[in-house]
């Protein structure tokens, strides 16, 4: 049964910065696509970050690029994005999500199968 669960979001002041981790379970990890989204409240999800299976080939959304990092160790199955400079605009609920067994990656939605219960991320000017 795959389980990806989110952790390390909170609320921070602008300027600040946050470590979100999404450790998952119950699948090739290290052969599949993950992706990190976010959905603030009434604006649709979109893709932020997005990382290959082997680690090389990372992409970002325009507005957070210089900002975020994503990474991923395949010993603890975990994937994380880290977000600098945070600005009240990051405020969303953060998803990670997995496609399973694609080792390339793609920024639709539909793309991936399954997806974590989120973590809120809320910033404060």
């Known amino acids: 049964q795959v389980h990806l669960v989110e952790s390390g979001g909170g609320s921070v002041q602008a300027g600040g910065s946050l470590r979100l981790s999404c450790a998952a379970s119950?699948?090739?990890?290290?052969?599949?696509?993950m992706g990190w989204f976010r959905q603030a409240p009434g604006k649709e999800r979109e893709a932020v970050a997005t990382?290959?299976?082997?680690?090389?080939?990372?992409a970002y959304v325009d507005s957070g690029k210089g900002r975020f990092t994503i990474s991923r160790d395949s010993a603890k199955n975990t994937v994380y994005l880290q977000i600098n400079s945070l600005k009240p605009e990051d405020t969303a609920m953060y998803y990670c999500?997995?496609?399973?067994?694609?080792?390339?990656?793609?920024?639709?939605?539909?793309?991936?199968?399954?997806w974590g219960q989120g973590t809120q991320v809320t910033v404060s000017s």
């Open positions: 999500a997995a496609a399973i067994g694609r080792r390339v990656c793609a920024t639709n939605e539909g793309f991936f199968d399954y």
């Open positions: 119950g699948y090739g990890f290290s052969s599949s696509c």
């Open positions: 990382i290959t299976a082997s680690g090389f080939i990372t």
